[in-house]
């Protein structure tokens, strides 16, 4: 149970040696892969809503930062999702070149954008954009999971186009398993039902006062840093506004990390 480990340290273990056991296209910029623990290796605990590093097993490439993106299972498997960014060298590796049976590195957990149990029966919002869904499952997961007393909660989620909606059968079906649960999909392009347009914009008009609300926003950080501004004067305490930023590496040739990156819809 979530609440149960929040006040527990967790250790940072590194060179854990983790099996590809599963690898989907969920979008066509965005691989899901699963992470088994391989026999020689312990695993490692997490929080949900925590990252971690992964790598390749010859030490090739950088390490680059992933977000779990399932709750904390007893078999110690993970999830994450990785977009495809033109000519980054861990990205393209994963999509190009890893498949199932093959193993990694990772390292890990990291990261503070995990929930207050303290804060369960308060209404919880979830905005993400791209494989920024990966912390946000995880922490909804863990949530809905954990059942009562759990406030409203809700997941807005924005995609280019419907094919770019991950999960949509899995979060309808949670919808109905959980009254207290909504799923709204916002989109930026492409045909399908309302609502259309930019997240940070209608996010008033879809979900109201959120005076009394948590608010949970990962992705790209120009989809963020939009967001919590809208989240904040829809009403939104800004110390009750969790943020994860998706920030890309600064170069070698560069101070300055760039600004956008595929998953930068809004
Ligand atoms: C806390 C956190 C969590 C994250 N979680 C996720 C997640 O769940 N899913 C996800 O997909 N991403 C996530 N990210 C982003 C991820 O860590 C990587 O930054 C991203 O995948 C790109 O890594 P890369 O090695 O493929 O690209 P890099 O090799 O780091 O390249 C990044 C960019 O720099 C450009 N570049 C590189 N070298 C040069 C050069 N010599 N000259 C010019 N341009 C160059 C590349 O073209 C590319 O556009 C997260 C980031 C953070 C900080």
């Not at 997490?46 to 590093?53: A, E, K, M, R, S």
């Not at 503070?112 to 919002?125: E, I, N, Q, Y």
């Not at 419907?162 to 709204?184: K, Q, T, Y």
């Not at 916002?186 to 005076?211: I, N, V, Y």
């Amino acid at each position: 149970m979530p609440g149960a480990d929040q006040d527990r340290t967790i250790p940072i273990r590194s060179d854990q040696v983790f099996e590809v056991t599963a690898r989907e296209r969920v979008t066509d910029p965005i691989v899901e892969l699963e992470l088994a623990p391989s026999d020689d290796s312990e695993g490692f605990d997490f929080l949900p809503g925590q990252y971690v590093l992964l790598s390749d097993t010859g030490y090739r490439l950088a390490p680059r930062s992933y977000s779990v993106a399932n709750a904390p299972r007893s078999d110690g498997t993970l999830r994450i999702l990785v977009t495809r960014v033109e000519g980054g060298q861990l990205s393209t590796w994963v999509h190009d070149e890893l498949k199932p049976g093959d193993r990694v590195l990772l390292e890990g957990p990291y990261g503070s954008f995990t929930a207050d149990p303290a804060d369960r029966a308060d209404p919880v919002l979830y905005l993400a954009a791209g494989s920024g869904l990966a912390p946000v499952r995880s922490l909804l997961e863990a949530r809905l999971e954990a059942g009562p007393p759990c406030g409203p909660t809700t997941l807005a989620f924005s995609a280019r186009t419907e094919d770019d909606v991950i999960d949509r059968e899995r979060f309808i079906g949670l919808g109905d398993a959980h009254p207290g649960f909504r799923f709204i999909r916002t989109l930026t392009s492409g045909d399908g039902p309302p609502p259309h347009g930019r997240l940070p914009e209608q996010l008033a008009g879809l979900c109201g006062d959120l005076a009394d609300h948590e608010v949970f926003i990962a992705g790209a950080p120009g989809f963020v840093a939009a967001c919590a501004e809208a989240a904040e004067a829809a009403g939104a305490e800004r110390a009750r506004i969790r943020t994860e930023v998706f920030f890309v590496e600064p170069q070698p040739w560069s101070d300055a990390a760039p600004e956008t990156s595929p998953d930068d819809v809004r």
